[in-house]
Nanobody, 122 residues
Framework: EVQLVESGGGLVQAGGSLRLSCAAS????????IHWFRQAPGKEREGVSC????????YYADSVKGRFTVSSDNAKNTVYLQMNSLKPEDTAIYYC???????????????WGQGTQVTVSS
């Protein structure tokens, strides 16, 4: 069974940090780019970051550059999103998605997680 399971969300004050995890199972992790998205109420889904260690691809949205860092532990089939200097506008549900043989171009996604809530208070 294919699974992507996000964890690590929660409530944090502005300026604080959280680390999200996306644990993958049921598919060959090394063949996939893992994307992070977020969606706030009433807003469109936004691509936040991406990593594919097998082809040295990474991506960060301008809104998170310098504050968020994506990393991958291939031994654990897990991708992390370290989020520092959090702002209230970072409040959203964060999802991870897997894209086969992707160079973080974001053209299509094969699997999705269920999401984890991040709330940043001012």
């Amino acid at each position: 069974e294919v699974q992507l399971v996000e964890s690590g969300g929660g409530l944090v004050q502005a300026g604080g940090s959280l680390r999200l995890s996306c644990a993958a199972s049921g598919f060959t992790f090394d063949d996939y780019a893992i994307h992070w998205f977020r969606q706030a109420p009433g807003k469109e889904r936004e691509g936040v970051s991406c990593i594919n260690d097998s082809n040295d691809s990474t991506y960060y949205a301008d809104s998170v550059k310098g504050r968020f860092t994506v990393s991958s532990d291939n031994a654990k089939n897990t991708v992390y999103l370290q989020m520092n200097s959090l702002k209230p506008e970072d409040t959203a549900i964060y999802y991870c998605a897997a894209a086969f043989k992707d160079y973080c171009s974001g053209s299509r996604y094969d699997y999705w997680g269920q999401g984890t809530q991040v709330t940043v208070s001012s």
